[in-house]
């Protein structure tokens, strides 16, 4: 795919993928895929939401806020337009729509700016904490994928996430600078987002596709605890448990000796809970 650098938009096109070269026989009859696709889809075009509200509680930060309008708003919602015309490619039937409108009605009382960190630099390494998460998911898709142009997707979106990363966490080291926190502080927060990473967005994204597909009328806690099981063997076989601990401590800037004590550890801990 082509590259472009700065602060010119998305790196990459949809246009770039070859949608007319998907293998639709090596993935459309498995429906955990079509799930966590068209889930991960109405998650990431949600991002003109999070984009408005990161925003506003950034205001005045012109640097800041310039990076979300014009490189992190963008690419977000560009990986959810790739992996809408990917859903719509392998599984055309699925009315993506109507079960993005339901996401967004069920999900948008919980994108409020009054929700975000209690300062600014925690609210950047929380950012980092969810960067984590989702530059990890999508390297677990490339590795996983069935279907080679899935994949190539994938990778292009993971190393957008990768990048989403690395500018949040620039701009954490600098409010940290203007306004320190402790490391005890800052590993509270971090925690608290990790804990969170499992919450809301995931079941009513896979909830909202499931009703559509289905046509049902309820999806159940319970139901997203079934599908949540099944991916959960193969997950743990690809999910990169390693560089995702060692990123979600480098806003603990831990002295490299004790890093070295502590991230096999995290590791062992992580691949037992997920
Ligand atoms: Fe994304
Ligand atoms: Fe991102």
Known sequence: MQRMSGLSGPRWSVDDVAYDR???RAIADDLDWFYL??????????????????????AGDDEVCAWLAHKWGPEEIQHGEA???YVLTVWPDFDWQR???GFRADYAPYCQTALLGPTRALEMAARCVVETGTSSFYAMVRDASPE????QVAGAI??????HYKGFYRFYRAYQRREPHSRWRVAREIWRRVAEVD???AYLAVKNV??????QTVFTRDDFRTFRNRVRGWMRLHYPFRPAVKMLLRPLDLPASFERLTVPLIVGGARRIV
Do not use: T
């Not at 080679?148 to 994949?151: R, S, Y």
């Not at 993971?158 to 990048?163: A, F, L, M, T, W």
């Open 199 to 201: 919450s809301e967005d």
């Open 83 to 85: 992996l809408k015309r």
């Open 148 to 151: 080679p142009v899935l994949a």
């Open 22 to 24: 998907v293998d639709r």
């Open 99 to 101: 079960g993005f409108d």
């Open 210 to 215: 499931s009703l559509v597909h289905r046509s």
């Open 37 to 58: 696709i068209a889930a991960s889809s109405f998650v990431e075009i949600l991002s003109d939401l999070y984009a408005r509200n990161l925003g506003e509680y950034y």
């Open 158 to 163: 993971r190393d957008d996430e990768i990048g």
